[in-house]
Nanobody, 126 residues
């Protein structure tokens, strides 16, 4: 079992930055690929990024490439999402998820993730 808790969301002006954190419980955190997704009311959860167990592999949605950076610290059971140059369209609830494999052809699929956090809200004002 893995439990995930996100934090770091808030209100920020367009062009600003935020760093989200996702802390995992469980000794096997380092074995999991971690993903970040986001969701706005009435829409499906959207893939943002995934990072492999070692941190050596990262995969980004085109909409956030070159603005967002995923990283992880396995010693702290934590994965991070650094968000720069934020836009109003980045406003959403952000969720982290955990899956057992890293596959760029499937990282974007919600169904591939076994565990999810409760989400943290990011609001970007224009």
């Amino acid at each position: 079992q893995v439990q995930l808790v996100e934090s770091g969301g808030g209100l920020v002006q367009a062009g600003g930055s935020l760093r989200l954190s996702c802390v995992a419980s469980g000794r096997t955190f380092s074995r999991y690929t971690m993903g970040w997704f986001r969701q706005t009311p009435g829409k499906e959860r959207e893939f943002v990024t995934a990072i492999s167990w070692s941190g050596g592999g990262t995969h980004y949605a085109d909409s956030v490439k070159d603005r967002f950076t995923a990283s992880r610290d396995n010693a702290k059971n934590t994965v991070y999402l650094q968000m720069n140059s934020l836009k109003s369209e980045d406003t959403a609830a952000y969720y982290c998820g955990a899956r057992r494999t890293y596959d760029t052809s499937r990282n974007h699929l919600m169904s591939e993730y076994e565990y999810w956090g409760q989400g943290t809200q990011v609001t970007v004002s224009s």
